[in-house]
């Protein structure tokens, strides 16, 4: 990739002697949406905060802007907060309760651009308020008045008021009923058009992700174990993982064959049996190993790396040359 | 209709009686020391020998009697409410801004900043009051300044852990995450972020502490190491009373009964603050 | 409430209404509420956050703030329940009537171990002895598929992961043989490879033992997978109820067409648009005349907006309260 806004390198957090994340590498273009997926305690909200040093990271590099934000002084790294922002899982726990819709929009304005007039202020606030389709008048008042979607909307208004350059969404819709969700992802979709924001989007919801996402990587304890085009990682996933992930997605094509009383016979998907493992019972060797239908001896020496498929596709599984999926 | 945090928790004190009627009574004794004694015909210092140790009564124009030195007590006992409430008004305030500027700092910013604050906080609290206020006195001379300084330098360390507790509790919420990676400095965070979010339960114990202060400022007279003659406060009063209790009761009741109506309502008025901050959302 | 004749219903709501009063004004979180849940069936409920489902059930159950008020009727096998007395309530409530909800970590006694907890629920409906109930308690974990159920006998809920902890929710609350387990968005808070395992798990506990389940859902794919009939519900009343084949292949109601239009899809064109209800639900206080959902409806009507459509049997077992339904 020539010239990428993010370059993350071998990125790792540890929270004590676990590792909540190893070894992350990955660019993200201008204009381009990321999508990360996982499951709960996967690492996926650990990247995104480690990634704007918002928790500091053990090992590892983001470059951005010709620096290492991970190492850069204070100011600096304000400085480049303007151009990368977040949107955070639960909309209305990210909203100071204390502060006006109006104040929250307006703090970034205040911040980086204190030269501006209060009416001026007023101005870029009441057009990002239309812009995300909430009303002026809303700007007066205070977030528990407003639902999850509008909170979200407010959110995500803040985070744009300085058309930040990368967007980090972390589980942006998750807390939202799934009838509001895409009004979410619809709104995300239209201000990346309208600004050219690069977003790293990040979501256990395949769904959501497929639809925004022009590339998408897997993440499993910490660690990535697929990366691909989206299209090619839902046609064809190349890791157990993302396989079984893909398969617990209800397919609403075969809700239409509902069991009856007596309950039809699913036929066989490809499963991952139980859980991810707790944090600190991390398998050695290939963290999924436990759980993966295809596991052998030799996943258990070594941790796989992220090797190449072909192409931007990536895999991080020993087997990888050997499993045909049907 | 903007119902706004702080809106909420008015209207849920109207809508309690208690603290309605507490804080109508605070504000009727408030009141009345500051406009009482210009009613009266008498003074705080003139000696009317003519009555010394008179009962109360409305010939002689001592509605609440006087004392031992022909002074009129209703003039005292309410130019000695308005001292005692000034110094529980005034330490108040010095204790929550001291408290609130230190626990805010110390919980927000954490690490060995916050170590070496409360190691702070634990040895000033380990200090005898009486000693600080002796202290002070000395340095200061008898100044009336000087001991609500007294007082609300020491009432502040309870504020500063307080507010520091609650600082903590919000350290970690995600619009204090989201203030920070909007590129906030950290004086803004703790100014518009940290202070109006934990400004609530606090205001609420100060206004608790307001009857404390008060009552050691009585007790701190009491033992002379407060205010001065000739000037007054419920405390000086409530001393001399006491020794005239058998003979002239009403020298220990004027003083006493207004500092138990100032007391009691305050403490229920608190009550209703927190009760109406507790049930915002 | 259908006149079809129904086999005795396990669970009979009739008219259930749930109201508060907050600072003068009246929320109303269940309107009008008549369903049935018939032994060994499933019936999810579907809607949005602040339809009034977990308030309906929470009404079944008791477990209302003091400042509710309730109308209507309440009968479990039989016997009215709405505004028993707790003592009354809690012969049935816990044993033959259950329920799960979706955060276990708050539903389980942090400080008690999970075995203990088990224990416990035989202990005070059935007079076990403690022995007797901890061997029940460890084959219950065995029928819910807990790993090493005799360790966990032993851990605390933190210590487990939520898949876990909601299996032994699920256990404990077959610890009676129940004859009706509601479940508050079970799966909500779960990862989507353990959701599809508690839905398989529920599944065959159902096939397994006759029981009947409540499922509360907002996300259709969980329901679709386990329910015999399915009841939609809006702004506090029922607008649509059928056989879940049916409701599936051929929406009635609007608010039911574009529900399942949201439900997640691998497999549309990508590039289109989410698909995704206009607005948001309406606040519990707002009391509108007409259809609650017509400011939302694609298919809204003057006559939509100035008479509420009441509740119409449309087919056997089938119903739908509209003025325009689809057609199937």
Known sequence: MNDPLLQVRDLGVDFGARAALDAVSFDVARGET????????????TLARAVLRLIPASRGAVLWGGEDLLTCDARALRRHRRDLQIVFQDPLASLNPRMTVGEALAEPLKIFEPELAAGQRRARVDRMLERVGLT?????????????????????????????????????????????????????ADLQREFGTAMLFISHNLA?????SHRVMVIYCGRIVETASCDELFAAPAHPYTRALLAAVPDPTRIFEAPGPDGAPAPARPRAAGEAPPGGEIPSGCAFRDRCAYAQEACAAAVPRLESLGGIHAVACHRRRELVYS | MSAGPWREAARALRADKGGVAALLVVALLVAAAIVGPALSPNDLETLDWTHVAAD???????????????????????????????????????SLGLGLAFGAVAGYVGGRTDDLMMRFIEIMSGLPLIFFVIFLNVIFGRNPFALFFAIGAVGWLTTARIVRGQTLSIRRKEYIEAAIASGARTPRIILKHVVPNVIGPVIVYA????????????????????????????????????????????????????????????????DGLRDAFGQRR | ?????????????????????????????????????????????????????????????????????????????????????????????????????????TSLTPHLKVGVQLAEVLVRHRGASWADAQRAALRALERVHVPAPARRLKQYPHELSGGMRQ??????????????????????????????????????????????????????????????????????????????????????????????????????????????????????????????????????SDLCRAERPLLRGIEPESEVACHHPLEP
């Open chain 1, 34 to 45: 990321v999508g990360l997926v996982g499951e709960s305690g996967a690492g996926k909200s």
């Open chain 1, 136 to 188: 002026v008048p809303m700007s007066a008042r205070y977030p528990h008045e407003f639902s999850g979607g509008q909170c979200q909307r407010i959110g995500i208004a803040r985070a744009m008021m300085q058309e930040p350059k990368l967007l980090v969404c972390d589980e942006p819709v998750s807390s939202l009923d799934v009838s509001i969700q895409g009004q979410i992802v619809n709104l995300l």
């Open chain 1, 208 to 212: 959501v992700v497929r639809h925004l």
């Open chain 2, 56 to 94: 109360p009564g409305f010939a002689h124009a001592h509605w609440f009697g006087t004392d031992r030195l022909g002074r009129d007590l209703f003039v005292r006992t309410l130019e000695g409410a308005r001292v005692s409430m000034a110094v529980g008004l005034l330490a108040g305030i010095v």
């Open chain 2, 207 to 270: 206004t608790l502490t307001v009857p404390q202060i008060i009552l050691f400022e009585s007790f701190l007279s009491f033992l002379g190491l407060g205010i001065q003659e000739p000037r007054a406060s419920l405390g000086t009063l409530i001393a001399e009373g006491a020794g005239e209790m058998e003979a002239a009761p009403w020298m220990l009741l004027a003083p006493g009964l207004f500092l138990v109506a100032l007391m009691v309502s305050l403490n229920i008025f608190g």
């Open chain 3, 1 to 105: 409430m259908n006149s079809a004749p129904a086999r005795t219903a396990t669970l009979c709501l009739e008219s259930l209404r749930v109201s508060y009063t907050h600072a003068g004004s009246a929320i109303d979180a269940v309107r009008d509420v008549s369903l049935a849940v018939r032994a060994g069936e499933c019936l999810g409920i579907v809607g949005e956050s602040g339809a009034g489902k977990t308030q309906a059930f929470m009404a079944v159950m008791g477990l209302l703030a003091s400042n509710a008020r309730t109308g209507g009727s309440v009968r479990f096998e039989g016997e009215e329940i709405l505004g028993l007395a707790p003592d009354a309530l809690n012969r049935v409530r816990g044993s033959k009537l259950t329920m799960i909800f979706q955060d276990p970590m």
């Open chain 3, 167 to 300: 299996r032994v929710m699920i256990a404990m609350s077959l610890m009676c043989e129940p004859a009706l387990l509601i479940a508050d968005e079970p799966t909500s808070a779960l990862d989507v490879t353990v959701q599809a395992q508690i839905v398989e798990l529920l599944r065959a506990l159902r096939l397994d033992s006759g029981l009947s389940i409540a499922l509360i859902s907002h996300d259709f794919g969980v329901v679709a997978g386990l329910a015999d009939r399915v009841a939609v519900m809006y702004a506090g009343r029922i607008v649509e109820s059928a056989h879940t084949a049916l409701l599936l292949r051929g929406p009635r109601h609007p608010y039911t067409d574009l529900l399942l239009k949201c439900v997640p899809n691998l497999r549309a064109p990508r590039g289109a648009r989410m698909p995704s209800l206009p607005g948001q639900p309406p606040a519990a206080s707002a009391a509108s005349r007409g259809c609650a959902f017509a400011p939302r409806c694609p298919r809204a």
